[in-house]
């Protein structure tokens, strides 16, 4: 039977169905795996189950020149912590969970531009602290979300969950910046560059892949030719957003706001972010319900299944 290794705990249910598949083993600390602990499971496992933090590198896999792994299952639709180049190069496969992270991650988004428009976060702070002494017309005046405009960077999967919640739910006019041109049933319209895109905005939200091609996109630059009221949001990937470029456009007003659930070197976020009161910030909370955790745990598992049965894996990358 085939060898595997589940990273971190996974819901009760996906942990019960994996033992269907093979010889399982599972780490029970919910951190990432160290170098030496990916550097054994490569030569001990037949197939691994990762997940975001576990860095298989380009430097990982040049240490083994044949490794008994054959399949990297990610748990999670992003998957820029493998290096898939060099994962092929050593004939490992690599899948991810795509379809079902979309709408849970797009909820996330909204949630984020209506806490930094409505500046709920803060106001809970207020009150939690004691300092609320009651209601009055000018109270922490925020910026009304429905009928603005939103500007999505990355039309993929959940760059349209996101257009549409923002079009039906708050009638709000859709721009967009994408490497092609998408066909939707709701309008939004696609601009030549990110730029252009974003100066027409009063909310931007990143929705792009992460790797060496989006590192960065979103610095000094686009939140210069952003409008001051308007807001940023991100829950791509961290390393997407250069963060001291937003926290220098957030502290001198270059921006009115900005709504976080990744960071460029998580767990670890800037005390300066912390520190500001125009930032909501959220502790990576994009898939975290039960259903959407086990929807991603049985995509993960239905790979491996594709694997070990000789077809090729449903969501291979």
């Known amino acids: 039977m085939n060898k595997i290794l589940i990273t971190r705990p996974l819901p009760a249910s996906v942990m019960q169905k994996a033992q269907t598949l093979g010889v399982i083993n599972s780490r029970a600390q919910t ?21 975001l933090g576990d860095l298989f590198s380009e430097e990982i896999f040049r240490q083994i020149e044949t490794p008994r792994c054959k399949l990297l299952a990610n748990f999670g639709v992003g998957y820029n912590h493998i290096d898939v180049n060099a994962a ?24 984020l531009m209506l806490m930094t428009a409505r500046r709920a976060g803060e106001g809970e702070r207020l009150l939690r602290a004691g300092h609320w002494q009651g ?9 009304h979300m429905s009928g603005k405009t939103v500007a999505i960077i990355g039309m993929g999967r959940i760059g349209e969950a996101i257009a549409r919640r ?32 974003v100066s027409k905005a009063d909310f931007v939200v990143a929705a792009v892949p992460g790797g060496a091609a989006t590192k960065h996109l979103v610095g000094q630059e686009l939140f210069a030719s952003m409008p001051s009221h308007s807001i940023f949001v ?40 912390v520190q500001l009161e125009n930032v909501t910030l959220l502790p990576h909370l994009g898939t975290a319900s039960l259903e959407v955790r086990t929807g991603m745990g049985n995509m993960a598992l239905k790979n491996i299944e594709d694997f070990i049965e000789g077809r090729i894996p449903t969501n291979l990358v």
Not at 32 to 51: F, G, N, Q, V
Not at 88 to 111: E, Q, W, Y
Not at 135 to 143: D, S, V
């Open 234 to 273: 991100n829950i791509s990937r961290g390393d997407v957003v250069d963060e001291a470029a937003l926290i220098t456009a957030l502290k001198t007003g270059e921006i009115g706001g900005a709504g976080l659930d990744v960071y460029e070197l998580e767990p670890a976020v800037p005390d300066a972010l």
């Open 31 to 51: 951190t990432p795996l160290c170098a030496d602990e990916m550097l054994s499971a490569l030569c001990d496992y037949d197939i691994i189950l990762p997940t």
């Open 135 to 143: 209601w009055h017309p000018t109270q922490m005046l925020g910026l």
């Open 166 to 197: 923002c079009h039906f739910g708050f009638g709000m006019q859709v721009l967009y910046s994408s490497r092609s041109e998408k066909k939707m049933n709701f309008p939004a319209t696609q601009l030549p560059t990110v730029n252009e895109v």
């Open 88 to 111: 092929k190069s050593r004939k490992i496969l690599v899948s991810n969970t795509p379809g079902a992270v979309t709408d849970a991650t797009a909820d996330i988004a909204l949630t």
